[in-house]
C-alpha cells in the first residue's frame, strides 16, 4: 500500500466526525437494515425492476428518460426537487429478519442461494483460520429508524443538497446504502445490530473488527451496543477491538480503561490461552514503549493479558520494532489488482519474524469526498485478494470493509449489491478454513458493472469529480460474468441490449464485455434449459447525473 493511499484513509476519519457532529445536532442515533428485494432511486441510473408483477409506488408506468436518472434534481442549487421518488422499495418491508432467517445451525448444513452448500458453523469455527470483517460504526443500517423514503441516510447522505448542502461539491457523501428495512419498535439500533451479527455469522465470518473512533458519545455506544447483540445472538460470534489511533487522542490509562471494559464481554475475542485480542488501526501512529506501556496497564490493573496484532498502513518499516510485543501482524492493503502483489511477501515476512498474519481481502474502494477512486476490474480485486490469502497461507483475514459506506468498500448486503460479494466471499471463506475449494452443487451466475462508464463527466452540477488514485489498475469499462457452474455450458446474455454467447467451463470463470448503455442479464443453457439467470436491476447510461464508479452486483441465487 501507498503511503497516498494510507493517508487517504486518514483523513477520511475528520470527515466522518464532522458529519456525525451534525447528525448528533439533528438527534439521529444509529443502525443497520436488512435483506429484501428493493429497487432504490438514489443518484446516477434508476434502477429497472427486476421482480415481475411488482409495482413501485410514485413511479411511472413505463421507463422514461428522467425515471432513469436514480435522483434527477431539477434546482440542484437553492432547493432541491427530487423527481418521481429518491428511495423506492419495491419490496414488502420487514421488521428485520429472525434468527432462524438467517441463522444457520451448528451441526448440519444447510442449502440456500450460495452456488456451494456451505459448512456448519461448528465446522467452520473449529478451523485455527479466522475470519472477521471490519466494522464501522457511523454507517449502521439505519441512523433514525425512520421509513428509507425520508431517512437520514436518504435526506443527507445520498442527496447532493444533504446536509445543508456541505456534500453538493461532490455529488453527496454516499453511494450507497445498507438495505432498508421498515421502522422498528423498541431498541431498533439493538435490533439492528443483532441483524448485522446473524448476517454476517450466517456467511461463515468469525466476529467483526470494530473501528474505535471514540470512547465517549454515538460511536462508543453503538460499539458497546454491537457488543451486547452479539453475545444475545451467538456468543461464539466475536468482537475485536480496533482503536483507531487517527481518531482517539486517550492516554494509555484511559485507553485501558475503556478496553477492560469491553472486554468484561465473554464476545470480546480471547484466544484459546485467554489473552484478549487487540488490533489497533495505524498502530505505528503511537510508539512501541506506548504500546508496551498500554499493555502493562491492561495486565497489572485490569488482569487482561493481550495478543497484540497490530493493522499497520506502512508494514515492512514497522514489523521490525513490533515484533517483540505482537503476536500478530495486518495492514490495511489495497483495493485495487495492480497493488496486490506484495501480498505473499508480508505472509513470508511476518512468519519468518514468528507471527501470524491477518490479510485485507477487499472489494473496491471510491471516495466521492476525498475525489478518488480505486479500479477494482468487477470482481477481480475480491479474488485476488482472496486467493492470494490462500495460496499465501494467511492466518486471519480481515474483510476491509463490512460496512465504511463512505469509502465505497462495503461488503454488508445493500441497496447496490445486495448480498452478492459476501455470497462470494463465502465461497473463498470455506476455502481458506477447510483447505479446499467447495464442490459446485448449483449454477450460479454474478453480474457485476458500473452504471456509467469511468470517464463519463456527470450533468447534475458536480464540481469535485474522482479520479484514480496513483498506482491503481488502468481504469476499464466492462460487465463482468462471474459464473459458478457445476458442468459445462453455454451463457446466453444481454449487454445494453447486444446478444453475447459463450461457452462457460465447470468451476469458476469470469467472461467479460464491454460496458455500453441499456440493460444486461445473463443465463446459463444447459441441455436447452436455463439453470439459472440473473438480471441487473441497474441501467447503464453515458451521461450520469452524478459520478458513482463502484461497481453495482447482482445474484443469481437471490
Do not use: C
Amino acid at each position: 500500500m501507498t503511503i497516498a493511499h494510507l493517508g487517504s484513509r486518514v483523513s477520511r476519519h475528520d470527515e466522518i466526525q464532522h458529519a456525525l457532529l451534525s447528525r448528533r445536532r439533528d438527534k439521529r442515533a444509529g443502525e443497520r437494515s436488512r435483506k429484501g428485494r428493493v429497487l432504490y432511486l438514489t443518484y446516477g441510473p434508476t434502477p429497472r425492476s427486476a421482480i415481475a408483477g411488482r409495482s413501485l409506488p410514485g413511479a411511472p408506468a413505463t421507463p422514461t428518460a428522467e425515471s432513469n436518472q436514480m435522483i434527477s434534481f431539477r434546482k440542484w442549487r437553492g432547493t432541491a426537487v427530487l423527481t418521481a421518488a429518491l428511495l423506492i422499495t419495491a419490496s414488502v418491508a420487514t421488521t428485520g429478519p429472525s434468527a432462524a432467517a438467517v441463522a444457520r445451525p451448528t451441526g448440519s448444513t444447510v442449502e440456500g442461494p450460495l452456488p456451494f452448500d456451505l459448512p456448519a458453523t461448528g465446522t467452520l469455527r473449529a478451523s485455527d483460520k479466522k475470519v472477521f470483517a471490519h466494522y464501522f460504526t457511523p454507517y449502521p443500517i439505519s441512523l433514525d429508524n425512520k421509513e428509507s423514503s425520508a431517512d437520514y441516510y436518504t435526506r443527507n447522505y445520498l442527496a447532493p443538497d444533504g446536509e445543508s448542502g456541505k456534500h453538493a461539491a461532490y455529488g453527496g457523501l454516499l453511494r450507497d446504502r445498507p438495505l432498508p428495512r421498515a421502522p422498528l419498535s423498541g431498541d431498533y439500533a439493538f435490533q439492528d445490530m443483532q441483524t448485522e451479527v446473524r448476517t454476517a455469522a450466517a456467511a461463515g465470518l468469525d466476529g467483526f473488527t470494530v473501528d474505535m473512533l471514540s470512547l465517549t458519545s454515538t460511536n462508543w455506544t453503538r460499539l458497546k451496543t454491537l457488543v451486547k447483540a452479539a453475545e444475545s445472538v451467538d456468543p461464539g460470534f466475536v468482537i475485536v477491538p480496533m482503536p483507531d489511533m487517527t481518531s482517539l487522542t486517550a492516554d494509555a490509562t484511559t485507553l485501558a480503561a475503556s478496553l477492560a471494559e469491553l472486554a468484561a464481554s465473554k464476545s470480546v475475542y480471547r484466544l484459546d490461552d485467554g489473552r484478549m485480542v487487540l488490533s489497533p488501526f495505524k498502530a505505528e501512529a503511537k510508539s512501541v514503549a506506548w504500546w508496551s506501556e498500554l499493555i502493562g496497564i491492561l495486565k497489572s490493573e485490569h488482569g487482561i493479558e493481550v495478543a497484540f496484532v497490530p493493522t499497520f498502513l506502512n508494514f515492512s518499516a514497522n514489523a521490525s520494532a513490533f515484533a517483540p510485543i505482537s503476536f500478530g501482524f495486518s495492514n490495511w492493503g489495497n483495493r485495487s489488482p495492480a497493488g496486490q502483489s506484495g501480498i505473499t511477501g508480508n505472509i513470508t515476512k511476518a512468519h519468518g519474524l514468528g507471527k501470524i498474519w491477518m490479510q485485507p481481502v477487499s472489494v473496491q474502494d471510491e471516495r466521492p469526498n476525498q475525489s478518488i477512486y480505486d479500479e477494482a476490474l468487477n470482481t477481480e480485486n475480491l479474488r485476488t485478494t482472496w486467493e492470494k490469502s490462500i495460496s499465501g497461507g494467511a492466518d486471519w483475514v480481515q474483510l476491509t470493509t463490512w460496512n465504511d459506506f463512505s469509502e465505497g468498500t462495503q461488503f454488508t448486503p445493500s441497496v447496490h449489491n445486495d448480498h452478492a460479494y459476501l455470497d462470494i466471499s463465502s465461497y473463498y471463506l470455506t476455502w481458506f478454513k477447510t483447505g479446499k475449494a467447495p464442490a459446485i452443487v448449483r449454477d450460479t451466475l454474478y453480474l457485476t458493472h458500473r452504471t456509467q462508464p469511468a470517464a463519463a463527466k456527470p450533468t447534475g452540477g458536480q464540481t469535485k469529480l474522482m479520479a484514480p488514485r496513483s498506482g491503481t489498475s488502468t481504469p476499464r469499462d466492462s460487465v463482468e460474468i462471474l459464473s459458478f457452474l457445476t458442468a459445462a455450458a453455454t451463457v446466453n446474455a444481454s449487454i445494453g441490449g447486444t446478444a453475447k454467447t459463450y461457452a462457460a467451463k465447470a468451476g469458476v470463470q469470469a467472461q467479460l464485455y464491454p460496458l455500453a448503455p441499456g440493460a444486461n442479464k445473463a443465463s446459463v443453457i444447459r441441455s436447452g434449459s436455463a439453470t439459472a439467470t440473473v438480471t441487473s436491476p441497474w441501467q447503464v447510461v453515458a451521461s450520469p447525473v452524478v459520478q458513482d464508479l463502484q461497481y453495482h452486483a447482482v445474484s443469481s441465487g437471490r
